[in-house]
């Protein structure tokens, strides 16, 4: 059976500390590719997951937790001789800080080996980040091949920047992005990570760099300001969509899989923005970096509204 999107990545237990009590703290779930997936699903997309967890509880909630959502888990692996990766949210004046306790985990050991080809071949998506691709170089290499891989059989790819440079080097970073821009259909960078990336800061200069490398649809993420969507023929920018935050952790990870589930579902890169842009901008109006993320009725009705009071 056919699936729209596959992600590919690290998924994380994490702990978000509750602005009440700072110490106090919420377990939930994060990974940017698994925020990714269930973003997507929740927008009504075909969704499953390709990865690894420990052979512990944190494992087994995220489990629970992609049954709950809908994500497809046939392609994740549970190692016993690693554990789960987990991070910690902290919020103070100057926004939210993430400290992470991942090295060696489960992920981190995936191999090209495990890749489910058969079931990449058969996706109309693979996506994936830069975090999927910085964790190890076995992940990495896995990561560059499924990528080929589905190229090869005519999948469109989509890639999140993700830039983490605790990770890795920025040398080897810009190295392997090259790379995988090259084997990129849909781009999905924000703004800090692609200046960085590429040592740009004009959003034109950016785009046109990323379509040169072959890229066909560029979805800038600005934050505030919205989204600057490009593709060869095309480009424009995406208005926000107005909500006072609360959290912005996983938003970009919203945005990425709101779009390409409505690419999936036919929109245009520019309609599908406009959708992410609100979807993204409800994801902030709670902690965490799953819990708040919207459903399609309510994306649509926050759209509707928006269409009313313009007309």
Known sequence: MSIDILAYGEPLVEFNQQPDDPSRYLQGFGGDTSNFAIAAARQGASAGYIGAVGADSFGERLLA?????????????????????VYFVSHDSHGHRFDYLRAGSAASRYHHEQLPLAAIA???YLHL?????AISTSAC?????????????????????????????LARARGIMREAFSLTDVCLPSWDDITVLTG???????????????????????????????TPEARSLVAPYPVRPLDATGAGDCFGGSFIARLAAGDDP???????????????????????????????ARLERSVSVIA
């Open 200 to 230: 740009l800061d004009d959003r034109d200069a950016i785009v046109d760099h990323l379509l040169a490398c072959g890229v066909k649809i560029v979805a800038l993420k600005l934050g505030e300001e919205g989204s600057y969507v490009a």
């Open 141 to 169: 290499d896995a990561g560059l091949a499924a990528m080929e891989h589905a190229r090869k059989a005519g999948v469109q790819v989509s890639l999140d920047t993700n830039l983490r440079l605790r990770l890795w080097s």
């Open 65 to 85: 937790l992609w049954t709950q959502e809908r994500v497809d888990t046939r392609h994740v692996s549970v190692n016993a001789a690693a554990p789960t990766g």
């Open 129 to 133: 980040s830069g975090i999927s691709l």
């Open 270 to 300: 520019f309609e599908a923005a406009r959708y992410a842009n609100v979807a993204a901008a409800l994801s902030t109006t709670g902690y965490g970096a799953v819990a708040p993320i919207p459903s399609a009725e309510a994306v649509l």
């Open 122 to 124: 058969q996706a109309r």
